[in-house]
């Protein structure tokens, strides 16, 4: 049996050795998260793949799971350490070895396995990991299966069982790299830039897009877990300005930047502009929405209200869901519509059939922008931007605040703004027409100017975003009237960036 997790355990003792350290707040509400060390040990990892192994056991699962590992220096450590306690739960082990998330997902079908555990801290910064997990292809876990393992992990309540083996799967990523290449090629001549800021993605996507016919530009294309230049993150705006950089440069007709794990993918135009992910999701909307008519999108609260009143998707008959933000979450309700695709704001695109599986893979973005580009007749991706109605938008701005207050400070600044809009008080100078309360709180105004104030599902820090249809000035004064909401709250830290 596994004993009780400590959620602290000083480093380099005798005690960090040889007990189990899993600091609670790292079971977030759809993945988990630890900065390695300081949060979890390997001991700590092995319980929580028993954990997990007891999850699949109690869900009534075929005991069978996919696992794979990002390019961290310590992630292939910690599979094993996570495989060892699958194996000793019962389960019957695929190691897919060095992977991006979506070849693990991919992996899913391929192989027949209802289960997946990819080793990943993503696009977070050296020094986290965590697990990306999933029971019912192509879904990933969500609040219920995450308080199941929670409370199982730190309750010591793993069953052991005696039933458990290990496959090693060679070369897989051969077999992925086929399955994305498997499609026509383009057929007008499109010059990229591939991005992959030294993450896992370098081994992959590049192959992936000549192989379809672009001429690919290769930039921090070769992995290297020390992330000499920046994290590999589309919406990092120093990845952006150097992909930007590389676009003027070479004179490509597009920049494609992919994070750590392969399942996001952002856009730089070729005039050099960065084009926020969600607005890439409008242009991706109406290029599909022409083909496949009615179609029915997912969108998270973060993304551009032009998902709704956008006149191309309108004539076209396109829908548009609001949902929560979150990989787990985006991924069911485009499951539960039968949506064509789900987009967030960060870059997650969900490609349903027939355009994909499901689930969020960068590189299937990629293609897809590539695909609108190709059927374009001759227009640019900085043309295809400027058809669309103007809007000023923030990046996604992430003010620090603790994983253990987080929440109850979201509560209050929702508690506050639906007292004011009750009240038929003004924010930034506006009436208040509608909250949308599904995941925190989105703020909108009878000009079309809206800020969505939430708690980060997977950091220790909050999400502030804005964007007005009538000027820059209108968009900061919503981030101005938001903040100083959130200021109220003195748990609140610093911003990653701002405006």
């Known amino acids: 049996m596994f004993s009780i997790p400590k959620s602290a355990i000083a480093q ?18 759809y993945d988990a998260r630890w900065l390695f060390g300081e949060e979890i040990n390997l001991q700590g990892i092995q319980a929580l793949g028993a954990g997990l192994g007891t999850v699949l056991h109690e869900l009534g699962v075929k005991p069978e799971i996919v696992v794979g590992h990002d390019y961290r220096q310590y992630s292939s450590s910690i599979k094993m350490a996570l495989v060892s306690g699958l194996m000793a739960a019962g389960c019957r082990v695929r190691d897919i070895g060095l992977a991006l998330s979506p070849m693990a997902y991919y992996a899913q079908f391929a192989l027949d396995c209802p289960a997946v555990a990819m080793v990943t801290a993503s696009h977070n910064e050296n020094g986290w990991t965590g697990v990306k997990m999933g029971a019912n292809r192509p879904l990933t876990f969500g609040p219920d299966e995450m308080n199941m393992l929670r409370e199982i992990v730190l309750g010591g309540k793993q069953v052991l069982r005696n039933t458990g083996s290990l496959e090693i799967v060679h070369g897989f990523a051969e077999t992925y790299i086929a399955h994305l290449s498997d499609r026509p090629k383009l057929k007008n001549p499109l010059k990229v830039v591939a991005a992959c800021g030294n993450g896992t993605a370098g ?16 930039m921090d294309c070769d992995p290297d877990y020390n992330f000499p230049r920046y994290n590999p993150n589309p919406e990092d705006m120093k990845m952006l300005h150097a992909m930007r950089d590389m676009v003027l440069e070479t004179g490509a007709d597009v920049g494609l930047g992919f ?57 076209n008959g396109a829908k548009t869901n609001y949902h929560k933000t979150g990989h787990s979450y985006m991924k069911r309700q485009v499951n539960a519509l039968n949506a064509l695709v789900g987009f967030e704001k960060s870059g997650h695109y969900f490609f349903n059939g027939p355009l994909g599986n499901g689930y969020d893979d960068g590189i299937v973005s990629a293609l897809a922008v590539c695909d609108m580009l190709d059927r374009s007749q001759g227009r640019t991706m900085a043309d295809l931007k400027r058809a669309l109605p103007q809007t000023w938008g923030s990046p996604t701005m992430s003010p620090k605040c603790a994983d253990e207050i987080k929440y109850e400070v979201i509560d209050r600044v929702c508690k506050r703004v639906l007292a004011m809009r009750d009240a038929g008080e003004l924010i930034a100078g506006a009436p208040i027409v509608d909250c949308i309360t599904v995941n925190g709180i989105r703020i909108e105004t009878n000009d079309g100017t809206w800020g969505l104030l939430r708690a980060s599902s997977n950091k220790p820090e909050l999400v502030v975003v804005v964007e ?26 610093a911003y990653n960036q701002t405006i």
Request: glycine fraction near 8%; hydrophobic fraction near 40%; charge should be negative.
């Open 12 to 29: 380099n003792t005798f005690e960090f050795e040889s007990e189990i350290l899993v600091k609670p707040t790292g079971f977030r509400e």
């Open 203 to 218: 081994a992959f996507a590049p192959r992936v897009l000549e192989a379809v016919g672009c001429e690919v530009v290769q």
């Open 259 to 315: 994070d750590g794990d392969g399942d996001r993918c952002g856009v730089i135009d070729n005039e050099g502009e960065e084009i926020f992910a969600d607005k890439v999701g409008v242009m991706l909307a109406r290029d599909l929405s022409a083909i496949h008519k009615d179609a029915v999108f997912v969108v998270d609260v973060k993304s551009t209200g032009l998902f709704n009143t956008d006149p191309v998707l309108q004539a």
């Open 468 to 493: 007005s249809p009538v000027s820059e000035q209108r968009m900061r004064d919503m981030f101005h009237a938001v903040d100083g909401i959130l200021r109220e709250n003195p748990e609140v830290g």
